[in-house]
């Protein structure tokens, strides 16, 4: 893993290439040719093998049909890309104040990539000319909040840990402390991976934030959701039940280059009404990019 940029930046062509000759190329092969019937539930098919689950594809299937003025190929590249609602232009995410930090809140399932992501992040602000702290709020993991020391060593940003087993919040409250003190102008909190069903450390999650509108009661947290790409429609599941318990705001979709199923970047936008910011494309720094459905769509097209 390297810190600064070697050779060339990341592309979304390369991120999505495993699911280009995956289920994009088999979309291009069917919608090119004749498409009659058989065609268009084969072109179903290989959108529920997609992870973009059944309803969505029988919805996509059915509205692309009802558009003869369209090829069948553009009908349905035109579909896919209306599932997504329109882009934001504002930078992200938004200061709310003047002294008072932009907080995001990273959360998920265990080794979805939120650490790593949250390294992303920092560097990415960082080079934009942004002051960035870390809070270390993973105190659960043995080594956890040594692997974001690491990373924050790397790239150059000051991180605020506790002892192992430490309350979270705690940790929280005093890097909201320090980054008001500081000048901050973006704390990334990172979070022990958790499963969904576990209602107790949900309710941690609930704390946190919590304590966060205590601290700095303008803050307007940001929930980063990390959903690992790869683990398909489960995945739904878990976003639904981290909605339901901290109110997210974004989602982030890792290891797009692991899977050769990218289509639950679709599903997910539809079923929580809460935006795909970035994509993860590799285990270095710069592989983070902003998600950007057209050239996602056209990417897998290509
Ligand atoms: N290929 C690829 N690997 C990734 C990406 N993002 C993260 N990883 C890898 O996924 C693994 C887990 O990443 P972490 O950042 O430690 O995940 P985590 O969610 O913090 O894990 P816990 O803290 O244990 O819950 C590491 O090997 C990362 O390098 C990505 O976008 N692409
Ligand atoms: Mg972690």
Request: glycine share 10%; aromatic share 6%.
């Amino acid at each position: 893993m390297t810190v600064s940029g070697e050779g060339t930046g990341p592309s979304i062509d390369a991120g999505v290439s495993r699911s280009r000759t995956g289920f994009g190329s088999r979309l291009r092969g069917l919608l090119r040719g004749g498409v009659d019937a058989d065609v268009w539930e084969e072109v179903e098919e290989t959108l529920v093998s997609a992870d973009l689950g059944a309803n969505l594809a029988i919805e996509i299937v059915g509205r692309a049909r009802d558009r003869p003025d369209l090829t069948p190929e553009a009908a349905v590249r035109h579909e896919l890309t209306a599932l997504f609602a329109p882009r934001d232009p504002i930078p992200w995410p938004r200061k709310p104040g003047p002294g008072i930090p932009a907080v995001v809140l990273v959360v998920g399932v265990n080794g979805t990539g939120k650490t790593t992501t949250i390294a992303k992040l920092a560097y990415r602000f960082k080079t934009r000319g942004a002051r960035v702290l870390l809070a270390a709020g993973d105190t659960f993991r043995a080594a956890a909040s040594e692997q974001l020391g690491v990373w924050a060593g790397r790239i150059g940003v000051p991180v605020i840990a506790h002892a192992s087993g430490a309350d979270p919040s705690a940790v929280v409250y005093d890097a909201l402390d320090a980054a008001v003190a500081r000048d901050i102008d973006v704390v990334i909190v990172d979070t022990a991976g958790r499963l969904h069903t576990k209602n107790n450390l949900m309710e941690e999650l609930a704390k946190i934030r919590r304590t966060i509108a205590r601290r700095i009661p303008d803050a307007q947290p940001e929930v980063l959701f990390i959903l690992d790409a790869t683990t398909g429609q489960n995945g739904l599941v878990q976003a639904r039940a981290f909605h339901e318990s901290t109110n997210m705001t974004g989602v982030v979709l890792t290891k797009l280059d692991s899977t050769a199923r990218g289509g639950v970047a679709f599903s997910i936008e539809r079923a929580l009404g809460v935006p795909v910011r970035f994509v993860g494309v590799g285990e270095r720094v710069e592989d983070l990019l902003d998600f950007d459905p057209d050239a996602f769509v056209e990417a897998l097209f290509a």
